[in-house]
């Protein structure tokens, strides 16, 4: 999809579809829009007045082949009461909408239309971003696909200038990361195990310029991470480390280093704590942290934050093999912490054990860590937002201002020390699972912390937020790549 500045009179304009967006109650049409309506001899002020018109969020009136404008259609968006609307993250999902909506009608060549106010380099990337998100489908093991896709996506009304080009680039960076990294997550675990995980790694880090090396099953044994290698013996398919690198080109001496660790579970059967046949098939996005991460250093790679990331990345499956560990079983982590593994199912915080304390080992200062880690953090936010864990607790508030910067929703969850408690083992240093009733997401955050110890550290639980069942008017059911954006723009202001 070919996405550029529109320089023509915006009635000139030729397209498919003019796209643009209307205000609830709006009926007066000035600036951008009046401009249309005036060329529109007043239709559109007569749309709005009609009643037709409501301009509820992301509802679509579509004008065919509209009076006085070049384009053979008009699009209109809703975009809500004006007092709520939050440009960037109201853009990024009119865009995809509009995207979405015409494409599923065979639409070609689009125009998007802003508005005054959202003319800068902000909403040029958030609109770039909403675009290339919405055009992901999941249609690659479909042997006839529909192949409607939209070529061309002109934007009209934006500032010219160095800057909006430079935030179409973002933009398009962040987009197409986050579709790589949805990619992955859609993949069935037997197009992609561990090794094929880090094939792409290796794929994506040559295409973009980053330096990367992959820990195999003796290097990993060599580095004794007992945690990930108990996870690991139940399945034939060797576990694999990926560590990723970012370096700024005049790199000052004593700059914090970023540590970006992302679970990749490439299925998880539960292990001999087998998990209930249905829905199990999911478990095909429990990769979707190293996923993430991956999409994350991808798109730094082009936008080049002034500080070294390193994203570490522990792959395996979580197989009930005949080597499989068992509960009971007592696992020694790489940082010589034991761990008595209660229930096997709970592996994903016993691969980040050793992930997070080798990232540690690499040199990084400050520590992110995604994971689709809990089904406790779906009772207690659904898949709304993301829960947010971390200390210290101004560590984790700035973290929450590029979460809001970037339209993502996220939820600071509790860390006290009460959760600490319920990790205890009766034998060994920690437990994998917490022994009171409750508090799942926070005792599984509690034992990563373990971990990071004193660095500071930032959890995220995307369980309940890494994929959606059912399609939104702006993006595909399916892998959602959240967190992606927070990530980025955290480590962009870093
Ligand atoms: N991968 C799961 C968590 C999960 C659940 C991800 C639903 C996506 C959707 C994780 O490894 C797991 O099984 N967690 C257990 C932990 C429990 C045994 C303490 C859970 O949440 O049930
Ligand atoms: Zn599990
Ligand atoms: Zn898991």
């Not at 960037?88 to 599923?104: H, P, V």
């Not at 003796?218 to 034939?236: D, T």
Request: hydrophobic share 45%.
């Amino acid at each position: 999809m070919e996405i550029q500045l529109e320089a023509q009179a915006y009635p000139a304009i030729e397209a498919d579809a003019l796209v643009t967006y209307v205000f609830d109650k709006e009926d007066k049409f000035d600036g951008v829009l009046g401009e249309i309506d005036r060329a529109m001899d007043g239709r559109l002020s007569s749309l709005a007045k009609s009643g037709e018109l409501t301009a509820k969020p992301l509802e679509t009136v579509l004008v065919h082949f509209p009076k006085g404008l070049a384009a053979q259609r008009l699009l209109l968006v809703g975009a809500g009461k004006p007092d709520k609307f939050a440009a960037e993250a109201d853009l990024r999902k009119i865009a995809g909408t509009a995207l979405r909506f015409l494409k599923s009608r065979g639409v070609k060549r689009i125009v998007f239309l802003t508005r005054e106010g959202q003319q800068g380099p902000a909403a040029a990337q958030a609109v770039v971003e909403g675009l290339i998100v919405a055009d992901f489908e999941s249609d690659k093991y479909r042997t006839e696909k529909k192949n409607r896709a939209v070529d061309r996506v002109g934007l009209a009304g934006f500032d010219s200038g160095a800057s909006v080009n430079q935030a179409i680039e973002a933009g398009r960076a962040i987009g197409e990361s986050m579709n790589f990294a949805r990619d992955m997550i859609n993949e069935p675990s037997n197009k992609l195990t561990p090794k094929m995980l880090a094939a792409r790694a290796e794929a994506m880090a040559k295409e973009a310029g980053l330096s990367i090396e992959i820990l195999d099953e003796r290097k990993i044994a060599e580095l004794k991470m007992g945690a990930l290698i108990g996870v690991a013996q139940g399945s034939v398919e060797p576990p694999r480390v990926i560590v990723v690198r970012y370096t700024p080109a005049n790199p000052k001496p004593g700059a914090p280093v970023l540590g970006l660790v992302g679970k990749a579970v490439t299925f998880d059967t539960g292990g001999i704590s087998i998990k209930p046949a249905a829905n199990m098939e999911k478990m095909k996005y429990d990769m979707g942290g190293g996923a993430t991460m991956l999409g994350a250093m991808r798109a730094l790679a082009a936008l080049k934050p002034s500080v070294p990331v390193i994203a570490v990345i522990p792959a395996t499956e979580n197989m009930p093999g005949g080597r499989a560990q068992k509960p009971g079983d007592v696992q020694t982590a790489m940082s010589g912490k034991t761990i008595e593994v209660i229930n096997t199912d709970a592996e994903g915080r016993l691969i980040l054990a050793d992930a997070v304390f080798y990232a540690r080992k690499l040199g990084c200062t400050h520590l992110i860590d995604a994971a689709t880690l809990t089904g406790a953090i779906e009772v207690a936010l659904s898949n709304v937002h993301v829960g947010a864990f971390g200390v210290p607790r101004d560590y984790l508030d700035k973290f929450l201002e590029s979460a809001k910067a970037a339209g993502e929703k996220m939820w600071p969850m509790p860390m006290d020390e009460e959760y600490e408690e319920m990790i205890k083992s009766n034998i060994a240093d920690i437990r994998n699972t917490g022994s009171g009733k409750g508090g799942g997401a926070s005792t599984g955050a509690w034992f990563i912390k373990e971990f990071a110890e004193d660095t500071p550290w930032i959890h995220l639980d995307i369980a309940s937020t890494c994929w959606v069942d059912e399609g939104r008017p702006w993006l595909a059911k399916g892998p959602t790549g959240i967190a992606m954006r927070s990530i980025v723009d955290f480590a962009m202001k870093m």
